[in-house]
């Protein structure tokens, strides 16, 4: 089974940038299709981002499809969320997670592997 840990997470203005990162280790990397979610304080855990195995696929939901850019090297068992244009309403704790599988899960029940998250903060 893999191990997920994400770093990147930090406070930005809105409108700024930030790039999170996923490593994963104990497990074959390109076996995982991989997921980015989100939850803020009171919320529900959201679906953000998602990528096939081999990063030949991507989904994002319309609340960040333009703005976030999510991509992976198996090479580096490394996957990463690009974030532009942020606003304050992108505040929350960012996770990643992992699914055996090839094909993109949007349901947070899909997917068997987690990191402990990293808090991104976006002031107005």
């Known amino acids: 089974q893999v191990q997920l840990v994400e770093s990147g997470g930090g406070l930005v203005q809105a409108g700024g940038s930030l790039r999170l990162s996923c490593l994963g280790s104990?497990?074959?990397?390109?076996?995982?299709?991989m997921g980015w979610f989100r939850q803020a304080p009171g919320k529900e855990r959201e679906f953000v981002a998602g990528?096939?195995?081999?990063?030949?696929?991507?989904y994002y939901p319309d609340s960040v499809k333009g703005r976030f850019t999510i991509s992976r090297d198996n090479a580096k068992n490394t996957v990463y969320l690009q974030m532009n244009s942020l606003k304050p309403e992108d505040t929350a704790l960012y996770y990643c997670?992992?699914?055996?599988?090839?094909?993109?899960?949007?349901?947070?029940?899909?997917?068997?592997?987690w990191g402990q998250g990293t808090q991104v903060t976006v002031s107005s």
């Open positions: 990528i096939t195995w081999d990063g030949g696929s991507t």
């Open positions: 997670a992992a699914r055996t599988g090839t094909i993109i899960i949007t349901s947070r029940r899909g997917y068997a592997y």
């Open positions: 104990g497990g074959t990397f390109r076996n995982y299709a």
